[in-house]
């Protein structure tokens, strides 16, 4: 029982520390106190809201991003995403 509770612990624990380090996607009002970094885009084929928001999460830490605010969203049979970054 006590290798269930580690366990899971564990997992929650890793899950909370990379969500710490991933660029947060803000809104409009938020993004007015950070400092603008660039853009970034992604683009595909089928997908789901939390397959994009972790590319662009991704994106985001590449270029030593903390938070992105999306600015262009195409969605269909083809993805098509463009945000702003900030620091």
Do not use: C, W
């Amino acid at each position: 029982m006590k290798i269930k509770a580690t366990i899971a612990t564990v997992s929650l624990l890793s899950v909370i520390a990379f969500g710490a380090q991933a660029a947060q996607l803000v809104t409009g009002d938020q993004a007015q106190n950070m400092q603008p970094a660039g853009t970034v885009t992604i683009s595909g084929t089928a997908g789901a809201p939390m397959d994009y928001r972790a590319q662009l999460s991704q994106k985001a830490d590449e270029q030593g991003a903390s938070a992105y605010k999306v600015i262009e969203a195409r969605t269909g049979d083809n993805y098509h995403f463009t945000a702003e970054l900030y620091k």
